[in-house]
């Protein structure tokens, strides 16, 4: 399984970046999809995921009402939109894969980085 991040960038306070994520490989039906941040100095954190049944999503209170998370299941895609931007969201964001029979995330893109200028 191969996750390909892109989007990010530098944005200012109050801006908004798109974030992308496909996967490919061998990936059987039921995974979730998700993001993952680390900033400097502090543990990875949970950001955002959508689940493999139902398509149910899931966000961390730091963001929830500020970005948007979709998927494109034919695609094995999911999108992260990210509105209203702080300094503190600044990181480098993780996509990740839970396969159906996994309780985690096992399988990690690239990063991609993320930084908010005050």
């Known amino acids: 399984v191969q996750l390909q991040a892109s989007g990010g960038g530098l944005v200012e306070v109050g801006g908004s970046l798109s974030l992308s994520c496909v996967a490919s490989?061998?990936?059987?039906?039921?995974?979730?999809l998700g993001w993952f941040r680390r900033a400097p100095g502090k543990n990875r954190e949970f950001v955002a995921a959508?689940?493999?049944?139902?398509?149910?999503?899931h966000y961390a209170a730091s963001v929830k009402g500020r970005f948007t998370l979709s998927s494109d299941s034919a695609k094995k895609s999911v999108f992260l939109q990210m509105n209203s931007l702080r300094p503190e969201d600044t990181a480098v964001y993780y996509c990740a894969l839970q396969t159906a029979d996994d309780v985690n995330f096992r399988f990690w893109g690239q990063g991609t980085q993320v930084t908010v200028s005050s």
């Open positions: 959508i689940s493999g049944v139902g398509g149910s999503t």
């Open positions: 490989g061998s990936i059987t039906s039921g995974y979730a």
